[in-house]
């Protein structure tokens, strides 16, 4: 075994977890490529969980950083006013938020996922005087005990070690065979049924974590009606779906809903520098100042490194591009669940947050094994690792794109072949 991959095992927590699926020592990335200590060469369908939508190192955002450094511009600086967060704020308003006719404030709640949520909850709780949050089964929304109380996964919710309250589980699109809608509105309509009026709903229009689950837009759009008719309020959890990955900048653009509060993080940055923010109406930001306050939320290396990702978003020839590559990955995962029925399959997702659901047990695990030793790197999602998750760089070239696919198909033909040895 490698002397560094033994040195991390030894002092690291065993709470380490992406370094068992990928064992080996990373050094270098450029693009949607990684090489290890070995040389090895590795296309990258994992990306960071989604903070990597836009590949490793990326040249033009690499340039502004390390211009930015070497001027010796400010680094850590708490809340306060600095040029690099001024431009950010500017362009996220002229590039993202004014064509799409968006009006929000936005706040810093600290840099990583799970802090966005946990201010949108806070926030909610404290506008609507309520208590109650309504999550979605197969939900994800991070680690802390706030985000862990609207998570689904029952191995994630009982690390947190006390009872996880004040929330409801409601059953996402699709998760039986009834108008989970109407279920839910029944809940509201009815007195006598046990759940109080809560103060949000938070969801994610295509589940990440709970396996590649995509809400229909008419679905998110009755859960925007409702939450308006019973004065709830709609947070959207666009942590790993968003910046591109279902193939607008925000996920529920095309279901042309415009929620109370929206969560970002993991790509926001563009580099995988840490950053977050929390989008709020205007008429809901009522916090005093300080309320939710924290070290890091100012990370002006990550502001500076956003401001010039929003590039990317400046015409439509990115989301042109971006649909382009996920009718290919689409026809591709179609093509595969036809030709191999053994394994089972269903294709799931949206844009390029798309993968393949098995019904034989164990079985995405063990593609994205051998996909790993044949040189791509895939993790799986699902609450039983049912589902291997195809996350390219969404900037990825259609060759290394299609080079990707063929070992996905090389792996899949291997272990229908030969299930047992393998
Ligand atoms: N929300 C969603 C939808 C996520 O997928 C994640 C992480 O995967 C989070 C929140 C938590 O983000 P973080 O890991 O940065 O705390």
């Known amino acids: 075994m490698s002397k560094n991959l033994d040195t991390i095992n030894h002092h690291e927590s065993v709470v380490r977890s992406y370094i068992r699926n990928f064992p080996t020592v990373f050094t270098k990335a450029k693009k949607h490529k990684m090489w ?18 836009y590949g490793h190192n990326d040249d033009h955002m690499k340039q502004k950083l390390i211009d930015y450094i070497t001027d010796d511009g400010i680094t850590h600086s708490l809340d306060m006013a600095s040029t690099a967060k001024a431009d950010f704020l500017e362009k996220l308003d002229d590039v993202i ?21 946990e201010s949108a909850l806070k926030l909610a709780r404290k506008v609507t005087g ?14 802390t005990i706030g985000s862990l109380s609207v998570t689904g996964n029952s191995m994630k919710r009982q690390g ?26 029944r809940f509201l309509e009815d007195s006598g049924s046990g759940v109080a009026i809560p103060a949000a709903m938070i ?22 009606e409702i939450c308006k008719r019973w004065g709830i309020l709609l947070i959207i959890d666009d942590v790993q779906a968003g910046i591109g990955r279902t193939g607008s900048f925000f996920s529920f653009e095309a279901a042309g809903i415009k929620p109370d509060i ?16 929390t989008l709020i109406k205007p008429e809901l930001d009522i916090w005093k100042p300080g309320e939710h306050n924290g070290t890091f939320r100012g990370n002006n290396h990550a502001f500076v490194t956003a401001t010039a990702a929003l590039d990317y978003w400046k015409d439509e020839s990115f989301e042109k591009e971006i649909h382009e590559k996920s009718e290919i990955v689409h026809n591709f995962l179609q093509k595969i669940v036809t030709d191999y029925p053994e394994i089972k399959g269903e294709v799931r997702g949206r844009g390029l947050m798309i993968g393949i659901a098995s019904e034989v047990e ?47 198909e090389e792996s899949v033909k291997g272990l229908v072949k030969d299930p047992v040895t393998n």
């Open 36 to 53: 290890d200590e070995d040389g090895k060469e590795y296309i990258d369908f994992f990306s960071g969980a989604g903070a990597l939508n």
């Open 97 to 117: 938020l004014k064509p799409r006719d968006l009006d929000y404030k936005v706040m810093f709640p600290g840099p990583t996922g799970t802090n966005t949520v």
């Open 130 to 143: 309520r208590t109650d949050i309504i999550s979605f089964t197969g939900g994800f929304h991070g680690m």
């Open 160 to 185: 947190a070690g006390i009872p996880l309250q004040n929330t409801v589980t409601m059953a996402y699109d699709n998760y039986v065979d009834h108008d989970t809608v109407a279920y839910l509105e």
């Open 203 to 224: 969801v994610e229009t295509v589940q990440g974590e709970g396996g590649i689950n995509a809400a229909r837009f008419e679905w998110l759009k009755k859960i925007e």
């Open 262 to 277: 929206v969560c970002l993080s993991k790509s926001l940055s563009g580099y995988g520098l840490p950053l977050a923010i």
């Open 362 to 408: 164990g079985f995405a695990e063990k593609v994205t094994e051998k996909c790993f030793e044949l040189g791509l790197i895939m993790e799986t999602a699902g609450p039983n690792d049912e589902v291997f998750k195809l996350f390219p760089a969404l900037n990825i070239p259609k060759e290394d794109l299609q080079k990707g696919l063929e070992i996905i």
